[in-house]
């Protein structure tokens, strides 16, 4: 998808405006999985989350593309919202940001104190998507769609940073939403000529990507109804799926316990806090811990926006509700 050069040259934008997260092996999680283990923290970003890449390479991209655009419209569940309002701003464009209902209370209230006007619409992600879409339209606003190029070579920058610092691993688990972090991910080991199995994580109850998969064709799902919100897609989206149908090894579920699981692992061995989704990788290489023995691992903690509520009700030893 792309070139070494256009990856370095996205990873210096980025680290214009944020150093490199850092990437760990954490010696309890070790020990609790009998597997060697990298950690790589996109939640130590400015947005705490990966997505955050995405918005400086898009708002770069789109100002010198359409330097006539007054603002943006787009939808999220939160860390793509966040990383777009933070530098639709930055760059003095006005940007609404349109979430479902019930969405997360405090990812809300940090999209607005980046700047966005919040509008909350529909019953998931994907209604308020195509919500964002009419409006952006009518209101003659640059569109910001879940999946673009530009987006993922932003997030690419992490995937870079990730393999140039660790020692060359076996396996690297990646969630799945709309897809960016994983192509990223794929793109950035072809780049280099690495032979790291990228594996695709999602819940068992959002398992569009998975069943996509499976069928060699876009599948949408009826629900999405998991408290991991950053992978609580409905409908796949064509470009990413060409990408890791392509390039993943394998599409593991993981259920929301398992997910409340990994949290609690991570915040008892890192003391780190993961949001659902965040989790996600870890949970699936709990599950997989036995046939990945002797092998190096990654795992991709893509974000630590996790409302306090659901945080507490998770280390109290509970599944918080979608």
Known sequence: ???????????????????????????????????????????????????????????????????????????????????????????GLTAKIYVPEGNSVEKNAAMSAFGADVVVYGQDFDEARLEAMRVAEAEGLAVVPPFHRELVRGVASYAYEYFTNTPELDTVYVPIG???????????????GLKTKVVGVVSTEAQAAKLSVEAGRLIETESAA?????????????????????GADRIVAVSDDEVAEAIRSYFRCTHNAAEGAGAAPLAALMQEM?????????????????????????IEGGTPKP
Request: with cysteine; hydrophobic share 40%; charged share 20%.
């Open 226 to 246: 998991t408290f991991a919100d950053g992978m609580a897609v409905r409908v796949p989206v064509q470009e990413a799926f060409e990408i890791y149908s392509a």
């Open 178 to 192: 709309c897809g960016s972090g994983i192509s990223a991910v794929i793109s950035v080991r072809d780049a280099l």
């Open 290 to 314: 036995a046939q990945m023995a002797g092998n190096r691992a990654g795992v991709i903690l893509c974000g630590g926006n996790i409302d306090t509520d659901k945080f507490i009700t998770v």
């Open 1 to 91: 998808m792309f070139s070494i050069d256009e990856i370095q040259a996205a990873t210096a934008l980025v680290h214009r405006q944020m150093p490199p997260t850092p990437q760990y092996s954490w010696p309890l999680i070790n020990r609790e999985l009998g597997v060697e283990t990298w950690v790589k923290h996109e939640n130590h970003t400015p947005t705490g989350a990966f997505k955050v890449r995405g918005g400086i390479t898009f708002i770069d991209w789109l100002k010198r593309t359409r330097p006539e655009a007054r603002g943006i419209c787009t939808a999220t569940r939160g860390n793509h919202g966040q990383s777009q309002a933070r530098a639709a701003t930055a760059a």
